[in-house]
């Protein structure tokens, strides 16, 4: 992996897909899909890999322009950010969806699981691939958590929420593994739902984490949040699940801190792990300005040393419009170089 600056700057994951690439007024208009959507995509079938390709090539190239220290995809290639790989998975019936409620409440279709859950070949390595060919910067891909996809299934086949956990804890390592094997310098794991739904999270959620990671070679980061600020707009001021984090083997964990004005003093409870910081209000598509990102870095200062702290959004970026991302991206990165200063 590149050496980094103190600082660091990076995207939780998602950047926001061109309007030729994607219906936006559909992608808006609903949930984020946990079956697959491919309504929501404008180019014929044919065409559509190829797209594909040539946008996420744009994400690339505005992330380094913007001046981040480490790049993703932006999961351009993503209908939701976690039901390209859930649904890449056997064991499920995706003809015949089941039913879950998301964390917002309201029910939405699901993967049915109906046998053994696991992962027949790679999902995302040709991605990574194509990253790494298209940047000689650090490089960080994402993947759904194995709680968060447990909790965005319906089980007719395991009965027992903490097994279903374990069998995606089992495909995602496998997947983890591929990744780093195939250029990953960071492999991040989305668990938006240990914050969701904190009783079943610590229950099992971080077991199923560790199994996750279990034998990985590489920099792991988990992230948590409130859920993407187009659909959900209401915030509390902490994490219903956080300090449990401690107890996780990742090296890195993602928080929000800008829209739900997080207490930061929260982070003194995982002394040890370098923290992804969300500073980047995605409710609001005004950029901020450099002294409040700067501002809202040293709020956690306190708490967590300079060199455990990477710069980033609080979530995905993937519902703000083009001109909003970039500006916010280079808000980060301005504040990133007063920090380093001093």
Not at 1 to 10: D, E, S, Y
Not at 140 to 166: C, I
Not at 223 to 233: M, Q, R, S, V, W
Not at 237 to 245: A, D, K, Q, T, V
């Given at each position: 992996?590149?050496?980094?600056p103190?600082?660091?700057?990076?995207?939780?994951?998602?950047f926001?897909?061109?309007?030729?690439?994607?219906?936006r007024?559909k992608?808006?208009?609903?949930f984020?899909?946990?079956?697959?959507?491919?309504?929501?995509w404008?180019?014929?079938?044919?065409h559509?890999?190829r797209?594909?390709?040539?946008?996420?090539?744009l994400?690339?190239?505005?992330?380094?322009d913007?001046?981040?220290d480490?790049?993703?995809?932006g999961e351009i290639?993503?209908e939701?950010y976690?039901?390209?790989?859930a649904?890449a998975?056997?064991?499920?019936?995706?003809?015949?969806?089941?039913?879950?409620?998301?964390?917002?409440?309201?029910?939405?279709p699901?993967p049915?699981?109906?046998g053994?859950?696991?992962?027949?070949r790679?999902?995302q390595?040709?991605?990574?691939?194509?990253?790494?060919?298209?940047?000689?910067r650090?490089?960080k891909?994402?993947?759904?958590?194995?709680?968060?996809?447990?909790q965005?299934?319906?089980d007719?086949?395991?009965?027992?929420?903490?097994?279903?956990?374990?069998?995606?804890?089992?495909?995602?390592?496998?997947?983890v593994r591929?990744?780093?094997?195939a250029?990953?310098?960071i492999?991040?794991?989305?668990e938006?739902?240990?914050?969701?739904r904190?009783?079943p999270?610590?229950?099992?959620?971080?077991?199923?984490?560790?199994?996750a990671?279990?034998?990985?070679?590489?920099?792991?980061?988990?992230?948590?949040?409130?859920?993407?600020a187009?659909?959900?707009?209401?915030?509390?001021s902490g994490?219903?699940?956080?300090?449990?984090?401690a107890?996780?083997?990742?090296?890195?964990?993602s928080?929000?801190t800008?829209?739900s004005h997080?207490d930061?003093?929260?982070?003194?409870?995982?002394?040890?792990?370098?923290?992804?910081?969300?500073?980047?209000d995605?409710?609001?598509?005004?950029?901020?300005?450099?002294?409040t990102?700067?501002e809202?870095?040293?709020r956690?200062?306190?708490?967590v040393?300079?060199?455990?702290?990477?710069?980033a959004?609080?979530?995905?970026?993937?519902?703000?419009?083009?001109?909003?991302?970039?500006?916010?991206?280079r808000?980060?990165?301005?504040?990133?170089e007063?920090l380093?200063r001093?």
């Amino acid at each position: 992996m590149p050496a980094l600056p103190l600082f660091p700057t990076t995207l939780v994951g998602s950047f926001p897909q061109p309007e030729w690439l994607i219906d936006r007024a559909k992608l808006a208009g609903r949930f984020p899909p946990r079956v697959r959507a491919r309504e929501l995509w404008r180019p014929a079938p044919e065409h559509l890999a190829r797209a594909q390709d040539d946008a996420t090539l744009l994400a690339i190239r505005a992330q380094e322009d913007a001046g981040l220290d480490i790049v993703t995809d932006g999961e351009i290639r993503r209908e939701s950010y976690s039901n390209h790989f859930a649904t890449a998975l056997v064991g499920l019936d995706l003809d015949n969806p089941g039913e879950a409620l998301d964390r917002s409440g309201h029910p939405n279709p699901v993967p049915r699981v109906v046998g053994e859950v696991s992962r027949p070949r790679p999902v995302q390595v040709a991605d990574v691939r194509f990253l790494r060919e298209h940047t000689d910067r650090t490089i960080k891909v994402t993947v759904p958590g194995p709680f968060t996809m447990s909790q965005q299934a319906q089980d007719d086949h395991y009965a027992n929420p903490r097994t279903l956990a374990y069998a995606y804890a089992e495909a995602v390592n496998a997947e983890v593994r591929d990744l780093f094997a195939a250029g990953a310098d960071i492999v991040q794991l989305d668990e938006p739902y240990l914050q969701a739904r904190p009783e079943p999270a610590r229950a099992y959620g971080v077991d199923a984490l560790n199994r996750a990671l279990a034998g990985v070679s590489g920099t792991t980061a988990v992230h948590l949040c409130f859920g993407y600020a187009a659909i959900i707009h209401d915030r509390p001021s902490g994490y219903s699940f956080l300090p449990e984090l401690a107890d996780c083997t990742c090296d890195q964990i993602s928080i929000e801190t800008a829209q739900s004005h997080l207490d930061t003093s929260v982070l003194k409870h995982l002394t040890g792990k370098t923290i992804m910081l969300g500073v980047i209000d995605l409710s609001d598509p005004a950029v901020e300005s450099t002294d409040t990102v700067v501002e809202r870095v040293r709020r956690a200062l306190p708490h967590v040393a300079p060199e455990n702290v990477v710069i980033a959004t609080d979530c995905g970026m993937k519902y703000l419009p083009w001109e909003s991302a970039t500006g916010k991206m280079r808000a980060m990165a301005t504040a990133a170089e007063v920090l380093r200063r001093g």
